[in-house]
Structures are given as structure tokens and as C-alpha cells.
């Protein structure tokens, strides 16, 4: 996001002033908006008393006599801890952010209006069932109950703020069943397919040619690696200016970056110490704070056929129920799939008629709606939006929004790009997690999954029968022809989308006999499956070491799964160095920084000086290679695909990718080594001074926890009240410990450009079914999402140094950490 003056268009003058007054403002009004955790509260709505316990953590454990209240009470209690990031969320979802920010977010809300998150949310709501439908609407009542008498500095300090600095009289809106459905569309396009890639790939075929894209971009999954279940027109197409868009969306929703992705793996009581299952997951996404997952536990008292809901887990804040966690006989874990379900089609206009389109040799009208957006201290705007069979036409948020009127397109504007992707469906992905929160044993689970359309997911399973399972829920299309990887034309049949994967034949697995179950993000099936999920796995590192550490130890240990989660090891470096150590060097500082490499034991531990080194050398590395003939804007970031293919090239010394087109030389793989690693000592030198004995890897890798609005000011003392940082973090990208960071925005400077944490671990959670009141979790920064409070940022010491707190489960243990107890009383 740019920087808070420009967003909200406040002069010179007043942010020096309020520069100069945040801090001592800042630390006052926040404590305004901290909410009670103790006592009683007449809460409108409710139909009997409900409980919250507040724990020593600030984990809020609801305890109600009816489904209505329970979800109301979630609904209170979110807004108690994080109604602004609520706010901010569903103002993105439905493309207004500009009524807060200004017109810096124009074109984001283009964008998002455009998609239509918010229409289809309206639309999903419209055809659930009706126990959804009653969830939903008692959350929103429990939401505005909080809401209700309190200005909007009560709320949170972010919005005192933004009223000093033009927002003024702001009262934020009651809260909707399609604010909370349109989360889902949001999590969709983070977790959901490959746009990106097919972009990416149609701009660097014409910039460096079809063979070098496929090896850049290799389609092949490495054999070695584990899968989940064993067994022409392109350079007429606007698409530089398109992946601008794309670019600020993801910025500003800060997902979508590189590193994101997830771990999960599910052992059997045959391999475990406790004779029962374990379960670990911990996915991986933006950076942030609040943390994007709030922790709570739901529970009816006492669970009956009416009132069936005994949950402990994970949740969204602004989302009913529990998304990742355990009931008292089930626990699953998500990680990403990413499915190929997005398609660009290009869309032929009719030069005389600019709201025509060819199908099949005919002009067919486009569908054509308007939308209005308002803008803070702007005039209001008319977006009109364009859609064909495919769905909207993305390329006009970014300047033919004046279709209208003309008399003829040239050239370059005769074809458009209409974006197909099924979240662009009414589904009932919500239904599904309800669903899952009620299910008892693998069949239920299975069931509930039916629903769950998007972002398709790796769901792991166990319960407390000893049972471990997995399956993979999500509409995946069946092409008429294609795999996906490029644009392709939408003018004729040829391409089209012939149907869904049926539920029955998406891949699952049920107490498979190596005892184990494995997911990072990895293939899920092989060349075998008959059907096309994705191209453009995730390398399978992860995995790899994972299956790895499972396979090392005969029994394993809830206190060996959280080693497992916290390892460093990096196998990509294990492919790589030996080519460097085969060198000498006639600098006698770069021969033993070279001795020094060769005893590493390939750790990204916080303290290792070898692994600080590699880094700056891999860094390097990367831009000698490929910084010479890539477009800047698909520089490598430096994880699982960037080991793939450096990892193929260090074996073939002649490579033409080894060749820096900017000398007259012909470089070879030596010559690219030696200038790398040289390179990469001095950046060293320059970023951690000339004492080799005080560079650890800790000192360049970072996590800095930024507001996701006014932590971007680029005004320290207004940053400085909600952004905390930067803690010093062990690990890495494609690492287990997958604190990942973007070698792309290297600046050769500061530490954090190249290797500060871009996406992390947000939580980490092991489940032990054998005892549930055993298992353990920690996420990024705290429960709190209100800048000084105690519970704000409690939690970034002990996940940095992957330390847990208990998941408590039996009311007895919760009154015993008791840190309050409130009361909602009808």
C-alpha cells in the first residue's frame, strides 16, 4: 500500500503534526477500545446466558446452550478482539476500499468490483441451507451487538487515525451474512490457481523464447520427491499492465506472496509413542498483524442432536465456527493444493461494436452491468464491467473502462482476456466447514467435504479411534483440450470446460499402510491419474525432508513432531554447494569462507554463520544467472522452483543460461560460481560488516509484523504504533520452518530487502489423539488485534523459537488458566 499521506490525501503540514503527536495519542486511545474480558453484558438477541472464558493466552473459550448463541457470542467476542481488520477485510471483499483510503486503492476496488466477490457472496447466501443461513445471520447479530453504542475509536485505534487524517465521522456499517461469505472468494484467490503462472508465461515467451521459458518454468515435478498419495496472439495481449493490478491486489492483501503454502502431515498410533495418532499442520501465508487466525473454542453445554458443537481450533476473524482444529472425536489440517482452476480466455471484440464478442463465428452481446464507487474526499465513479460466457473481462480495470462510445478498438485493443475460475461460482464452502465441525468420523468428514468448492485443499484426517485419512475437496475442471498453462482462445469451443472432476474420483486415502500421510503442497498424484489437476506444484522439498524425518524414527513423539516443525535443514543447498566446493580461490578470504561452507550441516539455524554465508552466495548466485535475460518484474524469489532449475544447470557447466549477455565473454558455470560467491562476501561485508565472526544467519533474516493499512504509512512514529519487529527468525524458503523471504526485492542494502520474512508459518498446531487435552499451538503475533494490549504481540517470541502453548480443552483445565470470565446474559 502507498504511503498514508497519499492515500488519504492529507497535506504535508498535517502529517507532521500528527507524526509528532502519535505516540502519546496513539498509546491513550488505544487503551479506549480494549473490551472487557470479565463481568456481564446484556447482549440483544441472545436466548439464554452465555460464558466466555478468557484463558492466560487470550484465547476465548465459548460456552452456550444453543447453536444461535454459541455463533452469536463468536460473533461478539471477534469484534471485541478485531473488528478493524473485520472492517478492513470486508471493504476489500467488496471492492470499497477507496470510501476509506482514498483513491490510491481505485484501482484495487476496479479490480474486486469487477470480480464480483461481494454479488456472489449476496447470491451464495441467498441459496444456502437454512441452518447456514441461521449461523451466519446469529454471528452478524452477535458482530453488531458489540458494535452497537460505540463510536468508531471505541473500536480499535486504527480508526482514530484515520479520523484525524480525513475520515472523519466514519460509522462503520452492521455487519452481513455476505461479508462473511465473501471471505471465502478472498481465500480463493490466494490459495486457488494459476494466474499468475499463465501470465508469466505468456509475457516471457515472446522476451526469451518457448524452451528457455520451460526450463525457467520446468512443468516437470522432480521424480525424487514424494507425491501425497503414492502410485503468437501472447504478444498482442495487455498483460503487463494486468499483472500490475495483480501485483497491487496481492500487495495490499499481502498473500499470494512468494513462499505461500502449507505443511500437514497425519501419523498412525503404529508409529507413534502414545499409541494414537498425531496430527501437524501449520500453513503458510502473508505476513501480518493481527495474525490472520484467531484461536477459540466453541461448545455447546450440553452437546446434543440440537446443539452439536464441541470445537477447539482455529478461526477467521469475520467467519463463523472453526476452520483448522478438533472436536472431541475428529482433527483435520489444511494445506494448499494449487489446483489449476483459473483460466485466461482471449476474447475477440467486434471492432464496429465494442460490446460484441465472436463465439463460434458470431457476434454475441456482452453482458454488460455498472457499478459505483465512492471515494474518500473524491467524486463518485461509474465502473461499467463487461463478462462473456467466460466470466468478466479482467483487462478493463486498467483503462478501458470508456469502451462506451467509441466508434472502433485498434489493434491491440481487438481481444480481451475473460477470467474462468470456479470460484466465480455460487458455491457452499461455509456449509462445508459447519459441516466439518460436526463430523464424527471419516464418512462424515468425507461428506462435509462435498461442499467444499474453493480454494481447494490437502485435508488431513485422524480421530480417536486410531483412524487417519486424507482427502482432496475442490471442483476441478476437465478441459475440452489444453492444460492450462497459457491463455488460450475463447472465440470457438475448442478450449472450453466440459465438466468437474467427480467427487468420487478426487483423490483420497484411508489408513494407508506406510502408517503416514504427508502434505506440502507437493504433487498429489502422479502422470497416472486420468485427470488434470495442476502443472505447477510446489517442488516437493518440503515433503521431502518430511517424509524423511518420519522415516528416520521408529516412534514418534508429540515432542519429536515439534522438532519436525521447527527443522532447518536445506536440501536445495545440499544440490547446489558441492559444485562451489570443487573451486579454489586465490583470495584468502574467500578459501576459508569456502572451509568454513564445507563443515555446514546444511541448518538455517538462527546462530549459523555457514548458512548466512550460503545465502548471500545463492543471492547472488541467482541474479548472475538470471537477472541477465528475465524481465525484472519475474526475477526468481529464491525457493523450491529456483533450486529445481539451478539445481539441473549446476550439471551441465555450458549451459547458455550460465552466459551473462551483458559482457562479451561467454561465461560457463565456473566463471558464474566464483563471481557469486565473491560477490556475495562482500555484500556480506557491506550488510554485516568486515567481522566474519558476527554474520549469522538471524542478522539478515527477519520478521517484521506490519498493519496491513496504517502500519504502511511510511511514518515512523504512526508505524511504530502497530507494527512490531523485526524479531530475528531461524529457517527459510522451501525449509520446513518456512519463514520465506522474496530474493527479488534485493536492493543490495539492508538485510530485510532480500532475505526479511515474506510469508511464515501463521500457526503451528499438533494434535494428539490420544489425549486431546495433550496438543499444543502457538500463531504469529496474539489473539488481540488492538495495538498495546497485552495480547497483541505475546505470541511472536515463542513461535520464532517454535514453543507452544497448550490447546485447552476440558473446562476444567480452561477455569483453571482462567484469565476472565464474561458473561452474556439475554
Known amino acids: 500500500m502507498k504511503r498514508l499521506g497519499r492515500i488519504l490525501g492529507v497535506s504535508a503540514a498535517v502529517i507532521v503534526l500528527l507524526a509528532v503527536a502519535a505516540a502519546g495519542f496513539g498509546v491513550y486511545t488505544a487503551r479506549r477500545s480494549f473490551p472487557p474480558a470479565s463481568g456481564t453484558i446484556r447482549v440483544p438477541g441472545l436466548r439464554a446466558e452465555a460464558q466466555v472464558y478468557r484463558d492466560a493466552y487470550g484465547v476465548p473459550h465459548l460456552y452456550a446452550s444453543n447453536v444461535h448463541d454459541l455463533f452469536l457470542a463468536q460473533g461478539y467476542v471477534h469484534a471485541q478482539d478485531r473488528f478493524y481488520q473485520m472492517d478492513f477485510w470486508r471493504h476489500q471483499t467488496a471492492g470499497r476500499l477507496s470510501e476509506l483510503y482514498g483513491e490510491a486503492t481505485l484501482d484495487v476496488d476496479r479490480f474486486l468490483r469487477t470480480m464480483g466477490w461481494r454479488r456472489l457472496a449476496e447470491q451464495e447466501y441467498a441459496r444456502s441451507d437454512l441452518a447456514s443461513q441461521e449461523i451466519l445471520e446469529a454471528y452478524a447479530q452477535g458482530v453488531n451487538a458489540y458494535l452497537a453504542g460505540r463510536s468508531a475509536a471505541e473500536l480499535s485505534l486504527e480508526y482514530a487515525i484515520l479520523g484525524l487524517t480525513g475520515l472523519s465521522g466514519y460509522t462503520p456499517e452492521p455487519w452481513a451474512p455476505a461479508d462473511t461469505l465473501a471471505w471465502g472468494k478472498a481465500m480463493a484467490w490466494d490459495l486457488g490457481g494459476n494466474l499468475d503462472m499463465e501470465i508469466a508465461?505468456?509475457?516471457?515467451?515472446?522476451?526469451?523464447?518457448?524452451?528457455?521459458?520451460?526450463?525457467?518454468?520446468?512443468?516437470?515435478?522432480?521424480?525424487?520427491?514424494?507425491?501425497?498419495?503414492?502410485?503468437?496472439?501472447?504478444?498482442?495481449?495487455?498483460?503487463?499492465?494486468?499483472?500490475?493490478?495483480?501485483?497491487?491486489?496481492?500487495?495490499?492483501?499481502?498473500?499470494?506472496?512468494?513462499?505461500?503454502?502449507?505443511?500437514?502431515?497425519?501419523?498412525?498410533?503404529?508409529?507413534?509413542?502414545?499409541?494414537?495418532?498425531?496430527?501437524?499442520?501449520?500453513?503458510?501465508?502473508?505476513?501480518?498483524?493481527?495474525?490472520?487466525?484467531?484461536?477459540?473454542?466453541?461448545?455447546?453445554?450440553?452437546?446434543?442432536?440440537?446443539?452439536?458443537?464441541?470445537?477447539?481450533?482455529?478461526?477467521?476473524?469475520?467467519?463463523?465456527?472453526?476452520?483448522?482444529?478438533?472436536?472431541?472425536?475428529?482433527?483435520?489440517?489444511?494445506?494448499?493444493?494449487?489446483?489449476?482452476?483459473?483460466?485466461?480466455?482471449?476474447?475477440?471484440?467486434?471492432?464496429?461494436n465494442p460490446n460484441q464478442y465472436e463465439v463460434n463465428g458470431q457476434w454475441v452481446d456482452l453482458t454488460v452491468t455498472k457499478e459505483t464507487l465512492q471515494v474518500l474526499g473524491g467524486e463518485p465513479e461509474s465502473l461499467p464491467i463487461r463478462s462473456t460466457r467466460h466470466g468478466p473481462i479482467i483487462t478493463d480495470v486498467y483503462g478501458l473502462q470508456d469502451f462506451a462510445g467509441q466508434a472502433a478498438l485498434d489493434a491491440a485493443n481487438q481481444y480481451a482476456l475473460a477470467l474462468r475460475w470456479t470460484a466465480l461460482e455460487p458455491n457452499r464452502l461455509f456449509q462445508s466447514v459447519f459441516e466439518l465441525n460436526r463430523a464424527q468420523d471419516f464418512n462424515e468428514f468425507r461428506a462435509a467435504l462435498r461442499n467444499f468448492a474453493a480454494p481447494a485443499q490437502n485435508i488431513v484426517y485422524a480421530d480417536v479411534d486410531g483412524n487417519i485419512g486424507y482427502q482432496m475437496p475442490g471442483i476441478i475442471p476437465i478441459r475440452a483440450s489444453g492444460d492450462g498453462r497459457l491463455p488460450v482462445p475463447g472465440w470457438t469451443d475448442e478450449h472450453e470446460w466440459t465438466g468437474y472432476i467427480p467427487f468420487e474420483q478426487l483423490p483420497f486415502a484411508y489408513n494407508p499402510t506406510e502408517g503416514y500421510i504427508v502434505t506440502a503442497n507437493n504433487a498429489v498424484v502422479g502422470p497416472e491419474y486420468p485427470y488434470l489437476i495442476s502443472l505447477d506444484w510446489d517442488k516437493g522439498y518440503r515433503a521431502r525432508r518430511i517424509v524423511d524425518l518420519i522415516e528416520a524414527q521408529p516412534k514418534i513423539s508429540p515432542e519429536y513432531v515439534q522438532q519436525m516443525q521447527g527443522d532447518n535443514l536445506n536440501l536445495g543447498a545440499q544440490e547446489i554447494l558441492p559444485h562451489l566446493l570443487k573451486l579454489t580461490f586465490d583470495d584468502a578470504r574467500l578459501s576459508a569462507a569456502s572451509e568454513q561452507l564445507r563443515g555446514w550441516d546444511y541448518q538455517m539455524g538462527l546462530d549459523s554463520q555457514p548458512a548466512a554465508l550460503y545465502m548471500s552466495f545463492f543471492n547472488s548466485l541467482v541474479a548472475a544467472t538470471f537477472h541477465d535475460e528475465v524481465p525484472e518484474d519475474y526475477w526468481p524469489h529464491g525457493g523450491s522452483d529456483t533450486w529445481q532449475v539451478l539445481s539441473r544447470l549446476v550439471g551441465e557447466p555450458d549451459n547458455a543460461w550460465w552466459d551473462d549477455g551483458g559482457t562479451p565473454a561467454v561465461e560457463?558455470?565456473?566463471?558464474?560460481?566464483?563471481?557469486?560467491?565473491?560477490?556475495?562476501?562482500?555484500?556480506?561485508?557491506?550488510?554485516?560488516?568486515?567481522?566474519?565472526?558476527?554474520?549469522?544467519?538471524?542478522?539478515?533474516?527477519?520478521?517484521?509484523?506490519?498493519?496491513?493499512?496504517?502500519?504502511?504509512?511510511?511514518?515512523?512514529?504512526?508505524?511504530?504504533?502497530?507494527?512490531?519487529?523485526?524479531?530475528?527468525?531461524?529457517?527459510?524458503?522451501?525449509?520446513?520452518?518456512?519463514?520465506?523471504?522474496?530474493?527479488?526485492r534485493d536492493d543490495g542494502k539492508e538485510p530485510g530487502d532480500a532475505f526479511g520474512v515474506t510469508s511464515l508459518p501463521s500457526m503451528r498446531m499438533i494434535v494428539d489423539l490420544g489425549s486431546l487435552s495433550n496438543s499444543l499451538t502457538v500463531h504469529t503475533t496474539g489473539q488481540s488485534g488492538h495495538a498495546y494490549h497485552p495480547h497483541y504481540i505475546d505470541f511472536a517470541g515463542p513461535w520464532r523459537l517454535i514453543e507452544y502453548h497448550p490447546m485447552l480443552w476440558d473446562r476444567a483445565a480452561i477455569e483453571a488458566e482462567v484469565e476472565g470470565l464474561l458473561r452474556l446474559t439475554p
Open 201 to 352: 508465461r505468456a509475457i516471457l515467451i515472446p522476451a526469451i523464447g518457448l524452451e528457455k521459458t520451460d526450463e525457467y518454468f520446468p512443468p516437470a515435478y522432480p521424480d525424487a520427491h514424494p507425491l501425497i498419495l503414492p502410485a503468437s496472439a501472447l504478444s498482442q495481449l495487455p498483460l503487463a499492465p494486468l499483472r500490475a493490478r495483480l501485483a497491487a491486489l496481492d500487495e495490499l492483501r499481502g498473500e499470494r506472496q512468494t513462499g505461500i503454502g502449507s505443511n500437514s502431515w497425519v501419523i498412525a498410533g503404529s508409529r507413534t509413542t502414545t499409541g494414537q495418532p498425531l496430527l501437524a499442520n501449520d500453513p503458510h501465508l502473508g505476513i501480518r498483524i493481527p495474525s490472520i487466525w484467531y484461536e477459540i473454542g466453541l461448545h455447546c453445554q450440553p452437546v446434543n442432536i440440537e446443539c452439536p458443537y464441541d470445537v477447539r481450533g482455529f478461526s477467521f476473524a469475520g467467519v463463523p465456527a472453526v476452520i483448522i482444529g478438533h472436536n472431541a472425536r475428529i482433527a483435520w489440517g489444511f494445506t494448499n493444493v494449487g489446483p489449476d482452476v483459473q483460466d485466461l480466455f482471449v476474447e475477440k471484440l467486434n471492432p464496429a
Open 668 to 744: 560457463t558455470r565456473d566463471d558464474v560460481l566464483h563471481r557469486a560467491f565473491a560477490e556475495g562476501y562482500a555484500a556480506l561485508q557491506a550488510r554485516l560488516g568486515q567481522d566474519p565472526g558476527r554474520w549469522t544467519w538471524s542478522r539478515l533474516h527477519t520478521a517484521t509484523f506490519v498493519n496491513e493499512t496504517v502500519g504502511r504509512s511510511g511514518i515512523s512514529q504512526i508505524d511504530g504504533l502497530f507494527n512490531r519487529g523485526p524479531f530475528e527468525a531461524a529457517g527459510g524458503s522451501s525449509i520446513v520452518n518456512a519463514t520465506s523471504f522474496d530474493l527479488a
